[in-house]
Every structure is written in C-alpha cells, then in structure tokens.
DNA sequence: TTCCTTATTTGTAATGATTACAAATATATA
DNA sequence: TATATATTTGTAATCATTACAAATAAGGAA
C-alpha cells in the first residue's frame, strides 16, 4: 500500500492524514513485530529528528479510536500495537517477550460465544482478543539444556 | 474456604502462608471484582493499616507465580488480578471499564489452535486468555438514549 | 523456650510509561 | 491570501510499578 492509498484509508476513517500519522501508520504496517510506542518513536525519528514522542502517543491512539490499529492486550509494561487486522491470536514468550501472531480462521472466537458473540448477557461485543502466554521454540530449547 | 484451608493451598505451591498474603488471597477469593493492585490494598488496609503496598505487589507477583492467581491482559492502565481459575473468558466495557466473567466450557480455546493447543510452531502454550471488549448492558442502554 | 538463620514486610526513593498542557506549527476552507 | 481549526511539539506532571535497605516475622535447631 503506498503512500497515497493509506492517506484515502485515514480519511475513510475519518483520520486527517497528516505527515506524522501516515508516518507512523507505514511504520506500523511494514513492520508487523507489534512495537510498543518506544520502537514506533524511534523508527521514525530517524528520518525526522523532531518527531514527537507525543505526537506518536497522539497517533496511535486517533489509529486505534478508527479502528485501523489494535492495542494488544498482553499485559507487559508497555502497549504494544499492530496494524494488521486479519483475526489472529498473539503468543508471546515470558521468557524472551517475543510476540508471534497465531493465525485463526473468521469467527472461530466468536463462534464460542452465545449468540455467535453478537449479545452477552446484554453487552454488545465489538472487540475480541486471544492472547496465549508461554516458551517460545527458542526458550523452551534453552530451558533443556 | 476457610484460612487454615487456604493456607494447606499455599503451602502445596510453595509460598509461605503468611498473614498478608493470607488476606490478599482470601480477599481475592471472596470478591471475585477482578480488583486492581490498589483495590487489594485498600480492602486489606482497613483492618491491617501497616500493611504495605509493596507487600501487595510481592504477594500478587508470588501467588501469579505459584499459579494461583491470574494476571488479566486487559491493556488497561493498571492491572487485575483474579484468583479464579475455572476456564472463562473477560469482557471489558470500554465505556464504564466495569470487568464482567463470561464462562467458556472447558478447552474451547485450546481447541481452537493446532494440536490443541501443546505445541505452536515449536512454542509450549502454557496460559491463555480470551478478552472481550465493547459496551457493557448498562453502557449500551445509555447509548441508545 | 530461646537462639539463629532466612524469608518477608515495610516505607521511601527511583524508574519508566503515559498524560496534561500551552505555545508553535500545519492544514483546510473561505 | 486570510482565517479558523486541528495537529504537533516539548516540557512538566502523573501514576503504576520496581528497587532497595532496614525492620520484622517465621521456622528450625539446640
């Protein structure tokens, strides 16, 4: 997706899609590692030295308002974020605190709610998220020895 | 559960029964709130006033560690805690913050991953957890108006 | 019981992610 | 171009969590 693609998607969103945000949306998007907002400052300070770390919290968070971001619920110290919106669980390592996306077929979580996840007990379902903890390959190697 | 019982519970997963973490654990059991680290201390306080807020934290890191207690990714600004462990699943009202259960029947999510969940491209899955998110009964009535 | 060793608790200080805020800047519209 | 509005920036404040060392409690041996 180029450039101009992402800025006709911000909009849709109801996103302006200003220098910064197309900044970071492209970061976000090129770089599927789901970085916390620390990793997203970086990245993009290097061709612009006077991005805001502000500016990035802004960002993500008007990213995630429109729905285009997800803020992974994986409970470490820092949000983490991912542009990628097909549905997947994430894994993450508590040895090493890699994250791995873990793919899943449309509706296989929602297929486990009542009402395929529409209504429960009243409430209205609008985000769903499968987080998985544990030793990733490399960890779990390691522990064996 | 009376405390003599809790204690026997904490001793079989090696942490000493103390008096603190006696109560944090009986608190937890007896208001299943999914309460923050703040809300532990502030119960436990009134009848313990020395009791400190970094005996919380120890307590909730070793009871989390013994696998007594979970740890909710539910990328809120502050933590929650649960010390129930039959399987089910969050909903968060992103409007009210309130915590609701949803029960889920045994290994349905597990279920849902290659080979039931043992083994992820070479990770060993150890914990899991399914959050729901959106506008809780309460919430979504106000929304209608 | 008393002593001794070790683990735990306490309270304060430090850390680090996130937010608040106001001035500066950019954007969109007329 | 001029004007109004939204965004960005940088600094300061906030808040949850952690680090740390002294004080205390728990458990075992004599």
Redesign the pocket.
């Known amino acids: 997706m180029d450039r101009q693609q992402m800025a006709r998607l911000l909009c849709s969103h109801g996103?302006?899609?200003?220098?910064?945000?197309l900044s970071v949306y492209e970061y976000l998007l090129g770089h599927p590692i789901h970085p916390?907002?620390?990793t997203v400052y970086e990245a993009v300070s290097v061709d612009?030295p006077?991005?805001?770390?502000?500016?990035v919290?802004?960002?993500l968070?008007?990213l995630v308002q429109a729905g285009l971001v997800r803020e992974l619920p994986l409970c470490s110290?820092?949000?983490r974020y991912d542009a990628g919106l097909t549905p997947h669980a994430h894994f993450r390592c508590v040895a090493c605190g890699c994250i791995k996306d873990v793919p899943l077929a449309q509706d296989t979580v929602t297929s486990l709610l009542p009402d395929g996840g529409e209504t429960l007990a009243g409430c209205m379902v609008q985000g769903q998220e499968l987080s998985l903890s544990g030793l990733c390959a490399a960890c779990s190697a390691d522990h064996e020895v």
Chains 1, 2 share one sequence.
């Open positions: 996103v302006r899609p200003t220098q910064q945000r916390s907002v620390d612009q006077t991005f805001s770390r502000t500016t919290y802004n960002t968070h008007a110290e820092e949000r």
